[in-house]
């Protein structure tokens, strides 16, 4: 229950970094908030011969309005995305996911950029990136490219990046909404979510003009649901559009079981969940 | 490969040569600070029993390396009172009998000092949230969160 030796490196610079995981040739690990990482090295399940500390790089944390968009830089801290008024404000449906994101003392040391780099299927900001369709800004020996988060998770705690490159920062694009829920079950508050959803809608009098789905805990990634948005755009608002949108939801979506919950309650679970988000997203305005 | 570490824990200045970068903060309070009073449960951030002040923030030790802590200050369950002059929230726990086997304790006192000056704590299930990281598994909890509930009323009293 204790790391196995690897060299420690704590560079200044992102370009540092990158030059640092280059030299480790593929044997290299990048340490963000370590709140992932830190118990994969102590059961040795990783076993990196060169640990690359980036908190030492100050200018990685910020969260800041851009336009039509909000950047939040790869370092910043969950709590202070909690915490932050831009994001409350810009952001509703994140900020109000943060508080299931882990525990309090998680929340202190965790990055959204480890979170999205260790590509949990069933953690907040890898699902919040599909459903604001965020675009990540990654660095390596090459220079800087930018993945949109739909491209960016590939399976459970695999994302595209290759080893040698660096999460720098993440932009969300603001979404235009009038109604928007999130909702998350899991089995103790701050465990990973069994399963859970976000839901957007915008509307043109009583008809949905447009609305955005993502769900998570139910798949190896989290899943954006085109399929459904589709389907309910321009469709007239009545008291079954919720049981509509449940039933959309679960026939798009076969979750899988494991240990914590059987694949038929994960199911159940989030068609309610979906009926519950929409019923809230719509009763926001009149 | 070793490191150097410098940290103020509980007030005091200490400058540790010869740490290896593997070192977790937790082992390093206990066993080369000799502050035993953190206690190690799980090691991968589930039971909570390690957590303690780092810059005012609580964070799990298990979960940092001990040259991570460069420069930090740190406050561990033995900065909150003495046997003798109990903090606050230490004197909840013993009115309310917030413990029984007192593993846990460590980690339950520095989460809750850390939530009275975050949160709000206006009700039972915001303490319940604000706990959840951290197991125990003798009290059920209760007597936990009314210790907390009451170190909380001492504090609105205290500011108004």
């Known amino acids: ?286 | 490969m070793s490191v150097t570490v410098s940290v103020t824990v509980n007030g005091t200045k200490y400058d540790v040569s010869d740490v290896e970068p593997r070192l977790l903060l937790s082992d390093f309070l206990r066993e080369t600070l000799g502050l035993t009073g953190t206690h190690v449960g799980c090691e991968h951030g589930v039971c909570g029993a390690c957590t303690v002040l780092v810059n005012g923030d609580s964070v799990r030790s298990c979960l940092m390396l001990a040259v991570q802590a460069n420069g930090a200050e740190i406050t561990t369950v033995e900065g909150l009172g003495t046997p003798v002059a109990l903090n606050t929230l230490q004197a909840e726990f013993r009115e309310h009998h917030g413990l029984q086997c007192g593993f846990c304790t460590p980690g339950m006192l520095i989460t809750g000092e850390d939530l009275l000056r975050k949160y709000p704590l206006a009700t039972d299930d915001e303490i319940r949230e604000g706990l959840s990281g951290n197991l125990c598994r003798c009290t059920g909890y209760q007597n936990i969160v009314a210790a907390i509930r009451a170190a909380a009323a001492k504090r609105a009293e205290a500011v108004t």
């Open chain 1, 1 to 286: 229950m204790k790391p196995a030796k690897f060299e420690y490196v704590a560079p200044a610079t992102v370009d540092a970094a990158v030059e640092a995981l280059r030299a480790a040739n593929g044997e290299g690990k990048v340490l963000a908030g370590g709140q992932s990482l830190l118990p994969l090295l102590n059961f040795r399940m990783t076993r990196p011969a060169v640990l690359v500390d980036l908190n030492g790089i100050k200018d990685l944390s910020f969260i800041e309005l851009r336009g039509d968009r909000v950047a939040i830089g790869a370092l910043t801290r969950h709590r202070e995305i909690e915490q932050s008024p831009l994001i409350g404000s810009k952001l509703p449906v994140m900020a109000a996911a943060m508080r299931y994101v882990a525990h309090l003392a998680i929340r202190n040391r965790g990055t959204i950029g480890g979170s999205l780099s260790h590509a949990d299927p069933a953690a907040e900001l890898p699902m919040l990136s599909l459903f604001y369709g965020a675009s990540l800004l990654v660095q390596g020996p090459s220079g800087r490219r930018t993945v949109a988060a739909e491209d960016f998770f590939v399976d459970a705690l695999t994302n595209c990046l290759e080893p040698e490159e660096i999460v720098v920062e993440i932009e969300f694009p603001i979404l235009q909404h009038d109604g928007w829920a999130f909702e998350e079950v899991a089995r103790r508050f701050g465990d990973f979510a069994l399963a859970s959803i976000a839901v957007s809608v915008r509307r043109r009098a009583s008809t949905i003009e447009d609305v955005r789905v993502a769900v998570m805990g139910v798949a190896d990634t989290p899943l954006r649901l085109k399929e459904v948005e589709a389907k309910l755009r321009d469709i007239a608002i009545d008291n079954q559009t919720p049981d509509r949108f449940s039933g959309l939801v679960t026939s798009c979506v076969s979750a899988n079981g494991d240990l914590h919950a059987s694949a038929e309650y994960r199911h159940h679970l989030l068609g309610r969940l979906a009926r519950r988000a929409m019923q809230t997203a719509l009763a926001t305005k009149g």
